[in-house]
């Protein structure tokens, strides 16, 4: 589980510094891609701790919607380091794709329980 983190983190990092060196926006979005990579790997930990039970889908559910906003976070400090961000950009939709699944998840969670 710590390898998806690091790999995260390193290609992120790999991609920022190769194409514009390291400045302000790197080291301040390197926080959030951190704890959103960090918050993916406990999730898919919980997904397989609750593989064999009736917490299987929430937990798979959950991790799923994780990993769209884990990728979106990525994507767009990506794009912030460019200056490419727009409010239109496709990443916005990411992250309702990936609120509405981690929503869903919870929802489904209550009514397992």
């Given at each position: ?32 891609v ?34 769209f ?17 727009t409010?239109t ?25």
């Amino acid at each position: 589980m710590i390898a998806i983190p690091v790999i995260i983190v390193s290609a992120y990092s790999y991609l920022a510094i190769s194409s514009e060196g390291t400045n302000f926006h790197y080291y301040y979005s390197l926080i959030f891609v951190s704890i959103a990579s960090t918050s993916i790997s406990f999730a898919i930990l919980g997904a397989q701790s609750f593989r064999h039970s009736a917490l299987a889908v929430v937990w798979s559910l959950l991790a799923v919607g994780l990993f769209f906003h884990t990728f979106a976070d990525i994507w767009y400090y990506y794009l912030e380091i460019f200056g490419q961000y727009t409010d239109t950009h496709i990443v916005n939709a990411l992250w309702q794709a990936g609120w509405m699944v981690i929503v869903y998840s919870l929802y489904r969670h209550q009514k397992v329980l």
